[in-house]
C-alpha cells in the first residue's frame, strides 16, 4: 500500500483511525510500514448537538497500524460542505476480538 500512496504526495488527504479519529491533511511521506507524515492538518470532531469542530494539529506523524482509511481529498467538494450543519455520531472504534 505505501508505494501506491506515494502517488498522492503532497496532495490533500483524510484519514479514519482505528480508534475512530478523521484527520485531513497533506501527505508529505509515507514509508514501507504504511507510518505517514501530515503537514497542515486538523482533526475533524463529529457531534450529533452540534457541528464539526476542527482542531488544529499542524505537523502531524499517524502510525500505518493505526490507519483504517486513507483517499485523496476532493478540495472543490470539500470546501462547499458546510461544516457547522453536520451532525453525526463520532466514529466507533475498531474493535478486534
Do not use: F, W
Not at 16 to 33: A, E, K, N, P
Not at 47 to 70: F, H, K, T
Not at 74 to 87: F, G, H, V, W
Request: charged share 25%; glycine share 8%; hydrophobic share 40%.
Amino acid at each position: 500500500m505505501a508505494s501506491t500512496l506515494k502517488d498522492i504526495l503532497n496532495k490533500q488527504v483524510s484519514i479514519i483511525t482505528c480508534d475512530g479519529r478523521s484527520i485531513i491533511g497533506l501527505l508529505r511521506g509515507v514509508d514501507q510500514v504504511t507510518n505517514i507524515i501530515l503537514n497542515e492538518c486538523h482533526e475533524r470532531v463529529y457531534s450529533p448537538d452540534s457541528g464539526v469542530e476542527q482542531v488544529v494539529l499542524g505537523l502531524y506523524i499517524v502510525r500505518g497500524d493505526n490507519i483504517a482509511l486513507i483517499g485523496e481529498l476532493d478540495n472543490e467538494l470539500d470546501a462547499k460542505q458546510d461544516l457547522s450543519a453536520i451532525r453525526a455520531d463520532p466514529i466507533k472504534p475498531v474493535v478486534h476480538s
